[in-house]
């Protein structure tokens, strides 16, 4: 019995010393590496090798790698460009707005004020997405090398039609702000839509949006702000000071809004805001 425990720890010592030898001899280490086959890349595999990444050498794939780090930039950067670029903000504020003014805490819920905001984005944002389809995207894929065009051509043309849209949307005194701010050379007849830079344009449309929608905010709150002060009046004269007007007020928020269709009436307006 010993003798096969001891010989199972001699070829275990055996085995385990002849790695460590073979990396401490650079001759046979070398060998090894000379001898095993260097990792082929599959032109159709998804997963790259370091023979892959390796792409100082043709410019066509140093082109490639900008190009979808760009798209990953792109990418990340949607949210943002969702908030700022579209009509997303002043819905969604105007949403929230109602939900602070009927005092229902957390109903309706994030989730249901951002999906019911997303879709009334893509109802608005819709003549401005079928345009961008038809003039930029359409053109892009087509195999048709008469109306093909490139992906420059493609990305200028979208940014017309938001430009378009975000200027119908801005007013003058906000443009004016920021083309002063920007020391933007001053026209005669004033500045048109062509003479805007993009980096004006944008901030210009979002304060603008901010601005609407606390106007319309304000006037949600409104008629919910004169039940609460009757209703505090009501306790106050009944000696019950005591018991917070808000309990009380809130069933009869909540009715009044749904009385007059208050949602119908919320969401035709915001949506026609844009008309």
Known sequence: MRSLVLSAAVALAAFAATPAYAASTPTFAAELQDKAPAPKQDPGSLVPTQEWVRRDSDPDKVVTTVE???????????????????????????????????????????????????????????????????DAVDPYLSKDPRTHISQKDAFDRTVTHMRTFMHGQTRVEDITMFMEVTKQPKRAGGWTEADVPTEVLIPSFVIGELRRAFLMGFALFLP????????????????????????ISLPFKILLFVLVDGWHLVVGSVVQSFV
């Open 224 to 247: 919910f702000m004169v039940i609460d002060m009757v209703v505090s009046a009501v306790l106050v004269s009944m000696g019950m000071i005591v018991l917070p007007p808000m309990l």
């Open 68 to 134: 979808i780090f760009l798209l990953f930039t792109v990418l990340a950067l949607a949210p943002s460009i969702l908030v700022l670029l579209t009509s997303f903000t002043r819905i969604v504020i105007v949403l929230s707005f109602v939900r602070r003014a009927l005092g229902t805490q957390d109903l309706p819920p994030n989730q249901v004020i951002v999906g019911l905001s997303l879709v009334l984005t893509f109802l608005v944002m819709t003549p401005t997405i079928s345009a961008i389809k038809r």
